[in-house]
């Protein structure tokens, strides 16, 4: 697939990403702990996934400059 993205956007797409994933598997295993699996799992999943990528997403904006400004100060450089 040719690159369609402009560069300057890469961190935001990166967010979008991560925190999609993230919170896609996270709230599903959550979800599956709490209401077992029923006939409705994948509308309950659907909804608490969408709900907790729009937090997750706006915590990977804030909070990864952060680790990066403390991985900067852990790890050795040559």
């Known amino acids: 697939m040719k690159p369609f993205i402009p560069a300057r956007f890469e961190f935001v797409v990166f967010g979008a990403l991560v925190s999609g994933l993230m919170s896609f598997l996270v709230s599903g295993v959550a979800m599956l702990r709490a209401v077992g699996m029923r006939s409705d799992f994948h509308m309950v999943w659907f909804e608490?996934?969408?709900?907790?990528?729009?937090?997750?997403?706006?915590?990977?904006?804030?909070?990864?400059?952060?680790?990066?400004?403390l991985l900067a100060g852990l790890v050795m450089r040559n």
């Open 48 to 69: 608490a996934w969408l709900a907790s990528w729009g937090v997750a997403f706006l915590a990977i904006l804030f909070v990864v400059p952060v680790v990066r400004r």
